[in-house]
């Protein structure tokens, strides 16, 4: 049973536009969430995170925002570069287990930006 | 500040052997943890070491085991290996997590095929 889902394997997008990546929650005890980069050959790198205790955290283009009732959060990229291409990694985690606060990942959206 | 490498990058093994994938953790950080990543999927918690303890395992059977050593490097050694253990895996090292806003290094990861 999935607790984290990203519906969507795949976007693509025009250079300059929004990309938006979705992802949804079942577990309700979940109270961070982290999204990761990953460009093919390296690891997932951290890219932003946000708490449950907030609806909105932004750096730079990137902005992600949580919708705790629909269990819902997304990823927004404004403006979309190139360089933007990679697989983007939704990831919750809680305290609730021992206080471990290890990430449960989704299964990722693959990111293509078109010059 | 050196990353977090893994070791060996690709290998491939058949039915029934078993291998030993090798991690160093980025400098300064205590705990390692170990994530499975199938095609199409997205990482997998194995299990991760703080102090040279089992911190936390996902749901992978015991042939699955760690080492993490003094100097917080840290072992993944698989046992009688099956088809369905082709996958990428992941070492990602951290800080031991007091909070949800831990951040995991993750290396590039070791590319196991078994024929």
């Known amino acids: 049973d999935q607790q984290v889902k990203q519906n969507s394997p795949s976007l693509s997008v025009q250079e300059g536009r929004i990309s938006i990546l979705n992802c949804d929650y079942t577990?309700?005890?979940?109270?961070?969430f982290l999204w990761y980069k990953k460009y093919p050959a390296e690891g997932p790198t951290f890219l932003i995170s946000?708490?449950?205790?907030?609806d909105k955290n932004e750096d730079g283009r990137f902005t992600v925002f949580l919708n705790k009732s629909a269990k819902h959060l997304s990823l927004h990229i404004v403006p979309s570069q190139p360089g933007d291409s990679a697989v983007y990694f939704c990831?919750?985690?809680?305290?609730?287990?021992?206080?471990?606060?290890?990430?449960?990942f989704g299964r990722g959206t693959s990111l293509i930006v078109h010059p | 500040e050196t990353g977090v490498t893994q070791s060996p990058t690709h290998l491939i093994k058949t039915r029934g052997q078993q291998v030993t994938l090798r991690c160093s953790s980025q400098?300064?950080?205590?705990?390692v943890s170990w994530y499975q990543q199938a095609l199409g999927q997205g990482p997998q918690f194995i299990f991760q070491?703080?102090?040279?303890?089992?911190?936390g395992r996902g749901n992978f059977p015991p042939r699955f085991s760690g080492l993490q050593f003094p100097n917080y490097s840290s072992e993944l050694n698989v046992n009688a290996l099956e088809l369905d253990d082709s996958a990428l895996y992941l070492c990602?090292?951290?800080?031991?997590?007091?909070?949800?806003?831990?951040?995991?290094?993750f290396g590039a990861g070791s590319r196991l095929t078994v024929l």
């Open positions: 577990n309700s005890m979940f109270d961070y």
């Open positions: 070491y703080y102090r040279e303890e089992e911190n």
């Open positions: 400098s300064g950080h205590n705990t």
């Open positions: 946000i708490s449950s205790i907030k």
């Open positions: 990831a919750a985690s809680s305290g609730s287990s021992g206080g471990s606060y290890i990430p449960t």
């Open positions: 990602a090292s951290s800080l031991k997590a007091v909070s949800g806003a831990n951040v995991l290094t």
